[in-house]
T-cell receptor, first 115, second 115 residues
């Protein structure tokens, strides 16, 4: 398996522009997570899905952030409009349910820079 | 508020010596703890975990210790190798009524193993 795939790997955009980050989870995993990494706050969970349904979006910082999972093999995280403080590395992770539910497999991340 | 804290942003150790990374938590409902390792430009990868019913778990050179009364866990790496140089994240889960996949991460500790 190719692991969790994220695109793009790097994104540079201007303040006010819309940004869309993409994720393809590992086939067969029924949980998908979006995280944001910053120096100050470490890895923050933004939202997670189970079987394509959003379960907990309490970590989504503002209404400018939205996430969708239209099917089991694809998810997007959208920021509109983007702001400089959104600059961070965004990770997508997937995992199985059941007894192995704690272990999550991370993608390589998308480094977002908003100028 | 930061429920999982890693108070040492960085640690430098000589090759062959022991590395000890520390993590403190505040939520007494946490019942499962994990350590992830992250290399630059890559996503975090699972390293080792421990359930709250245990106080020690060992896997090769890596051992995690849990002190529930102190709400403290530590990761020991013996002997340390240059390839262990990475950022180490501590994570915890409270098994939120069946939603056991939600992990709370710390801010990470950068370990540098000097040859």
């Amino acid at each position: 398996d190719a692991g969790v795939i994220q695109s793009p790997r790097h994104e540079v955009t201007e303040m006010g522009q819309e940004v869309t980050l993409r994720c393809k989870p590992i086939s067969g995993h029924d949980y998908l997570f979006w995280y944001r990494q910053t120096m100050m706050r470490g890895l923050e969970l933004l939202i997670y899905f189970n079987n394509n349904v959003p379960i907990d979006d309490s970590g989504m910082p503002e209404d400018r952030f939205s996430a969708k999972m239209p099917n089991a093999s694809f998810s997007t995280l959208k920021i509109q409009p983007s702001e400089p403080r959104d600059s961070a590395v965004y990770f997508c992770a997937s995992g199985l349910g059941g007894t192995l539910s704690y272990e999550q497999y991370f993608g390589p991340g998308t480094r977002l820079t908003v100028t | 508020d930061q429920q999982v804290k890693q108070n040492s942003p960085s640690l430098s150790v000589q090759e062959g010596r022991i590395s000890i990374l520390n993590c403190d938590y505040t939520n007494s409902m946490f019942d499962y703890f994990l350590w992830y390792k992250k290399y630059p430009a890559e996503g975090p990868t699972f390293l080792i975990s421990i359930s709250s019913i245990k106080d020690k778990n060992e896997d090769g050179r890596f051992t995690v210790f849990l002190n529930k009364s102190a709400k403290h866990l530590s990761l020991h790496i013996v002997p340390s190798q240059p390839g262990d140089s990475a950022v180490y994240f501590c994570a915890a889960s409270a098994g939120y009524g069946g939603a056991t996949n939600k992990l709370i991460f710390g801010t990470g500790t950068l370990l540098a193993v000097q040859p």
